[in-house]
Structure formats: C-alpha cells, structure tokens
C-alpha cells in the first residue's frame, strides 16, 4: 500500500484537484456545550504550510503570504466531514476535522487535525497528512479512535482522479496523530526502528522521524540520510499471525547516486524488528510495493543492460519470501515498463522560444533574466521525463525551450534557474557536461520548479519546461539569476512596481473633436508678418483631450490640450520658413494647424537635451491654430510661445534634470 509522508511530500506535490471539487464545511452534530462547528470554523490550527506555522480561520478559511512580500498565498479552509467524539479519555467530546490547503499550484492538500475541548474552547493539538487529492468519504470518531475512508490514487490513477478506497485508523498518542493498523504497525512506528543496511558505515541506521544522517567529512558537503520512504505495505510474513511490514529504505546525498533497499520487519513479543533488508538497485523508481499471501512484492523502474544512465526502461517485478531469517528471491519478471520515453529526447536541437548569451567576466548581463515561455507540450511528441532520472517528473518536448550559453563568469558562484507560473510546471536541465538536472516543486508551499547549479561551467545548458500533467501547457517566465532569489520570493509586481491605469486607456476621436472654429485662449491682434517677427506670447499649456487619440493623420501628435485652440494667428508675407517653439519649465507638446488644413507635431527639440517642443514649417498665407499640450489631464504649464522666420533661433534648453524647477 503506499501512502505518502512528510519526508518526501516535496517531491509528490506536483498535481491538484481542482479547488470546485472541496465540499462545504458542514459539521456533523456535537453534544450540547461542547465544541461547536462555529468554533471550529474560527479557531487556530497548525500549519505546514503557513509562514508562522499557525494559522487562524475565519468563517472557515485563511489566507496569508507564503513569504513576507510574495504575491504567492496560501489558502486554508475547512473542508466536510467532521467527527464529534473523546479523543483524551476525558469524557468530553473533541473534533476531527479536514484542512485543504492550496499554495497558487495544482494541490489540494489534505490534513486531518485532532481538536481537543479544552474548557470549551478548541485547542488544535495534532495532525496527519492524509495526501494530495485525495477524496474522505468518513469520519468518524470510535472508541478514541479516528476512523478516516477516503479514496486515495492507485498505482495507475492520475492526481485529479483517485479511485482506490483506503481506510485509516489514527491514535492520539502523547500529542501526536499516529496511525494504527490491528496491532499499532505503522509508517510513522517504521520511520522510528533501527535497520541493518549497507547504505550506512556501521551496517546499522536508526531512524527517527524517518530519517538518519550519516555524517560526512567535516568542511565538507558529502553528508547523506537514510529515509524511510512513502512506499509501506502490512501483512503476515511469517505466519504467526501477527501483521509485520515491508517499507523501502532510500539513502544517498553526497555522491549524486540514489540507492533504494527492501526491508521487512515483524512483530516479535510486542516489538517490531527488522529482520531482513535486501539491496534493490541505484537511482531506480519505485512502482509499487504489496504483502500477498506471506510474499513481499516489489516493482520498480530500473536499468537495461542497453539502458542509458539517464534512462532507465525496464520494469522489474520481483517476490520475495522471508526463509530462515532471511529475504528471498523467489521470483522475477522484467519487461519494457509501460511508460515509456514517447518522443525522441533531443537536448542538442534547436530550441523553441530562445537562446540566451550570458555571463562572462567582461561587460555585464542583466540579473535577473527572464524570458517568456510556454511549457509542457504543445506540438509535437511528448518525452515522459521520468525516464530521463529518479528526480524527473512530468513530460516535456522533444527539443529544448530555452538554451543557455554560459560564459565563464568568476563572480558567480552558483546559478538559479527557474520557473514562475500559476500551474505545475516541472524543469529539465542538460549541463554541458551531459548531466541532467531535474525539480518538480520548489517546496511543499510552491509547485514552481527550482534548480541551483554550484560553480556552473561554460558552455551549452538545455532547458525543459515541463508540465506534470500529459495535456497541461504551462505559460510563465523562465528565470536565470546569480542572486539569491526562488519562486517563493520573486515577486513580479516588486520588480516592476506599475499600477495599471484604466484612466488612461486611449479613446479613439474623430479630427473635429479639435475645436478649429471656437474662441481660443489668446489670439493675436494682428497679422504676423515676417518683419514682426520675433512675435512672442505668454500662453498657458494643458487641457483635458488627449491629442494622441485623435485621428489628425501625424502620429507625432501627443499632450493633453483644449478642445480650443490655445492660440490663433494669421500669417502673411514671404519667408523661407515659419518657426514655431514653446519655452517653459516643464516638458510641453506643440500642435500647428496650418491653412490647408494639415496638422504639424512635435514633443521635444532634441530628445531628453531638450524637451522645448519646436517646429519650422513652410509659411502658407492664412489662419494656423496653435495646441500647446502637457503631460498629464487637466495640469497647466505657463511658458512663452515664439515665432520667427529666422531657423537658427532655438527654444533654451530644458532637460529632464531642469523639469520643475
């Protein structure tokens, strides 16, 4: 049977249910006086998944900020069914009650907590992991016990879809949820035995909580553990018609190489011992693990004698029997496992959506990079990416998305790489040395993918975006950094503080909404003539209607101006040129309608050295109507309009250091 654990929760986080599916919270009923399910709707729980490792409901549901300043959130929120029971031995009823919480990914994951009456208020005082996705269909609470049915995923359902039916029984034990087969053999009770196995100096590990470390060489990283893993199945091995265990061991860290071991224990005059462990193999996958009639069988994925290192293809059955003390091997069956490759795994092609030049000890690339990219599969044969190693989930394309082409750069010390998304991508990396490097989820709180590369080498890096589910495209921004940054703490909206302006939308107009014919601000007095020139006026720019919508055939045309014209003049006489420029100490735009109707534009004279607005024009005898525009509705600029004949004047200068003052 295999059941999920805390330990290995990382790297089971990759798919979801969809949150539609969660029942409402509905309580069953409770004595009168005790426990109410309005309290338990607004009561504090524990939380894994929480910043502060508490949260508190209200109305049954919380949500906070995984990390301080992260757009990503948490949600928790208490889901039916609930249980009324003694739970202490007190003789007061507690609660059992479901949490789902849901980090901005594809999981739903779901806790069982024990609420204990305490002077009628509820204390949250233990919790269980029941898995991802799964579906409780009762809870009741027996004779102190918690009795949980659910369906769980069986070893060919999909996350979204679970189908096998699972019954769990839990004890509170000394503030802990343990759970209990007939006799109290348990995952937990496996994660705290003393194991005989290879993977430790001494040939003996003794775990607690799940884990052993074996201590490296000090100063150095070369520090591995022993786990208990998630895969544990119950039943008689030796026919004395006690339930005794089988669970499989994992160890390694330091070396790179993953090394998986079959141990079996048996109840023995009210212990449990591990009486026999059997090697299964380096940087395998396991499949499945079962008990069927006093046999211990095990399938995983492994290596073909023409298997890749990458690659491993074959599925590997094998029966094992507990004789004199001892496992053996009874039977064996191997075939092509029936997930296969898929599409031809080409990390030396051409990628999709870009290719990135970074690094190098000269010049500068930007840090962070990011680079828009659609993941998973969206044409083409997918690559089922757990073929390529133990650590790699999901598919992926045939040809890479992004490649990176590192320069050696002595200032970086390790590179990041990741995966920002509101799915469940997963990440495949191909070093220049042909290693390949894979992540699911960052943590248990974030299902975006996360790699780190200590002292990276130059050269060709093959990047994968994946998606955990076969149909899933995962749109996002792949991100390549030296800084300490992940997905937990990048926050797109702090790197790029812009606040979306609906104001500002542009409303297409028609050329008369520019008001030629009605009274302007200022006219002149007189006709302009070439001999009165330099004419100069003070005039005051601004306005409400955004020049840049209106249709006046130059898209040079910008500002807020009046309806009106701001000034009008009238021209006559000959002159090569006509010079038309606005000085004043804010940045200002120029719009001229000349006699035949044609609209002449400009914002600034030479770019950010000046942003007087200026045009010299070819003098047509007539009426021109004169915009003087600003950058912002309705803020005014007062300055001095000039026109002349002579094409060597020039506004004074005024750059963006000058504005305001």
């Known amino acids: 049977m295999y059941q999920p654990m805390r330990l290995v929760l990382g790297a089971m986080l990759a798919a979801g249910l969809a949150v539609a599916a969660l029942p409402a919270f509905a309580a069953a009923p409770q004595q009168d006086g005790g426990l109410t399910p309005d309290a338990l709707a607004n009561a504090t729980y524990q939380s894994d998944y929480a910043a502060g490792g508490t949260i508190t409901l209200v109305d049954g549901q919380a949500e906070e900020e995984i990390a301080p300043g992260s757009a990503s959130k948490v949600l928790v929120t208490l889901i039916e069914p609930t249980a009324f029971g003694d739970l202490n031995g007190d003789g007061v009823d507690d609660a059992a009650v479901l949490l789902a919480s849901e980090s901005g990914g594809s999981g739903t994951f779901i806790d069982l907590h024990a609420v204990l009456d305490e002077n009628g208020a509820p204390v949250d005082t233990a919790s269980a992991f029941l898995g991802d996705r799964v579906q409780v269909n009762s809870l009741v609470i027996e004779d102190g016990l918690i009795v949980v049915d659910m369906l769980t995923q069986g070893p060919s359902d999909p996350m979204c879809c679970p189908t096998q039916q699972e019954s769990r029984i839990y004890a509170l034990v000394d503030g802990e949820l343990v759970e209990q087969t007939d006799d109290g053999l348990s995952l937990e009770t496996?994660?705290?035995?003393?194991?005989?196995?290879?993977?430790?100096?001494?040939?003996?590990?003794?775990?607690?909580?799940?884990?052993?470390?074996?201590?490296?060489?000090p100063g150095a990283d070369d520090a591995e553990t022993i786990e208990r893993t998630g895969y544990g199945a119950f039943g008689d091995l030796n026919n004395d018609g006690a339930e005794d265990a089988a669970v499989v061991l994992m160890g390694g860290g330091g070396s790179g190489d993953i090394f998986y071991e079959l141990a079996v224990v048996l109840a023995q005059d009210e212990a449990y011992v591990n009486a026999a462990t059997e090697p299964l193999g380096a940087d395998i996958t396991i499949e499945n693990l079962t008990i069927e009639d006093g046999k211990v069988i095990v399938e995983f994925l492994g290596f073909g004698p023409d298997d890749p290192e990458c690659c491993p293809t074959q599925l590997f059955s094998r029966a094992y029997v507990m004789t004199d003390g001892s496992l053996q091997l009874v039977d064996e069956s191997q075939s092509e496992a029936p997930?296969?490759?898929?599409?031809?795994?080409?990390?030396?092609?051409?990628?999709?959506?870009?290719?990135?030049?970074?690094?190098?000890?000269?010049?500068?690339?930007?840090?962070?990079?990011?680079?828009?990219?659609?993941?998973?599969?969206?044409?083409?044969?997918?690559?089922?990416?757990?073929?390529?190693?133990?650590?790699?989930?999901?598919?992926?394309?045939?040809?890479?998305?992004?490649?990176?082409?590192?320069?050696?750069?002595?200032?970086?010390?390790?590179?990041?790489?990741?995966?920002?998304?509101?799915?469940?991508?997963?990440?495949?990396?191909?070093?220049?040395?042909?290693?390949?490097?894979?992540?699911?989820?960052?943590?248990?709180?974030?299902?975006?993918?996360?790699?780190?590369?200590?002292?990276?080498?130059?050269?060709?890096?093959?990047?994968?975006?994946?998606?955990?589910?076969?149909?899933?495209?995962?749109?996002?921004?792949?991100?390549?950094?030296?800084?300490?940054?992940?997905?937990?703490?990048?926050?797109?909206?702090?790197?790029?503080?812009?606040?979306?302006?609906?104001?500002?939308?542009?409303?297409?107009?028609?050329?008369?909404?520019?008001?030629?014919?009605?009274?302007?601000?200022?006219?002149?007095?007189?006709?302009?003539?070439?001999?009165?020139?330099?004419?100069?006026?003070?005039?005051?720019?601004?306005?409400?209607?955004?020049?840049?919508?209106?249709?006046?055939?130059?898209?040079?045309?910008?500002?807020?101006?009046?309806?009106?014209?701001?000034?009008?003049?009238?021209?006559?006489?000959?002159?090569?040129?006509?010079?038309?420029?606005?000085?004043?100490?804010?940045?200002?735009?120029?719009?001229?309608?000349?006699?035949?109707?044609?609209?002449?534009?400009?914002?600034?004279?030479?770019?950010?050295?000046?942003?007087?607005?200026?045009?010299?024009?070819?003098?047509?005898?007539?009426?021109?109507?004169?915009?003087l525009g600003t950058y912002a509705p309705d803020v005014t600029v007062d300055g001095t309009l000039t026109i002349t004949g002579d094409v060597t004047v020039r506004p004074a200068p005024l750059t963006s250091e000058m504005v305001g003052e």
């Open 339 to 627: 997930t296969s490759m898929g599409g031809d795994f080409r990390p030396d092609a051409a990628p999709t959506a870009a290719t990135l030049t970074l690094g190098g000890n000269e010049g500068y690339w930007l840090d962070p990079t990011l680079v828009s990219v659609i993941g998973g599969v969206v044409d083409g044969t997918l690559v089922q990416a757990n073929t390529l190693g133990t650590l790699c989930a999901g598919v992926i394309a045939e040809q890479p998305d992004v490649v990176l082409e590192w320069a050696q750069d002595d200032e970086v010390e390790s590179l990041r790489i990741f995966f920002l998304s509101l799915g469940d991508p997963t990440l495949v990396v191909v070093t220049p040395a042909g290693d390949i490097l894979c992540n699911d989820d960052y943590s248990p709180l974030v299902a975006d993918p996360y790699l780190s590369i200590d002292a990276p080498e130059a050269g060709r890096y093959a990047i994968y975006i994946g998606s955990f589910e076969d149909a899933a495209i995962e749109p996002g921004f792949l991100v390549v950094t030296s800084q300490d940054l992940n997905p937990a703490v990048m926050d797109l909206a702090q790197m790029f503080p812009r606040q979306a302006n609906p104001d500002a939308v542009r409303n297409p107009q028609p050329a008369d909404a520019m008001k030629v014919d009605e009274v302007p601000q200022v006219a002149a007095a007189g006709t302009v003539t070439p001999e009165a020139t330099p004419f100069t006026q003070a005039l005051m720019a601004g306005g409400a209607l955004g020049a840049f919508d209106v249709d006046l055939g130059n898209e040079a045309c910008t500002g807020f101006v009046t309806p009106a014209p701001t000034f009008t003049f009238d021209w006559e006489g000959e002159a090569e040129k006509l010079v038309l420029f606005f000085e004043a100490a804010d940045d200002t735009t120029l719009i001229v309608r000349n006699p035949n109707g044609t609209y002449q534009c400009n914002d600034d004279l030479d770019g950010s050295a000046n942003l007087n607005p200026y045009l010299d024009l070819t003098p047509i005898p007539g009426s021109y109507q004169v915009w």
């Open 190 to 217: 496996l994660g705290d035995l003393t194991y005989q196995t290879d993977m430790a100096p001494d040939g003996t590990a003794a775990l607690v909580d799940g884990v052993y470390t074996v201590e490296g060489t």
